[in-house]
């Protein structure tokens, strides 16, 4: 069985960018994301009370995350998406997944 894992990104956005902005590019950076191996699911939430926002996403394993990662940084839709990023706030982890409620 594969280990799925979950990558879990948090960040602020650069000063001046509106939350119409980032999703605006979001939804660019999920078609690109969507199209990699081993990619199950992924969202965007959004924590008013500290103006944060949780990027998490669903991956059959750890290599197939990792694979995202190394053509990730020349994509035009992730360089678009990472541009309304302030990068000094930005916390990436990665988790094992230990129990779900569905088969993705």
């Not at 948090?10 to 969507?34: C, N, P, R």
Request: charged share 25%.
């Amino acid at each position: 069985m594969k280990q799925n894992i979950i990558e879990i990104v948090t960040f602020k956005l650069m000063e001046g960018v509106s939350t119409e902005q980032i999703l605006e590019k979001s939804a660019d950076f999920e078609e690109f994301v969507a199209k990699q191996p081993g990619f199950l699911y992924r969202s965007l939430a959004h924590q008013a009370d500290t103006d944060t926002f949780v990027d998490i996403s669903y991956w059959e394993t750890l290599e197939d995350n990792k694979k995202m990662q190394a053509v990730f940084e020349e994509a035009p839709a992730c360089k678009a998406y990472c541009a309304l990023v302030d990068k000094e706030s930005v916390g990436i982890s990665h988790h094992n997944v230990v129990t779900k409620s569905c088969d993705a």
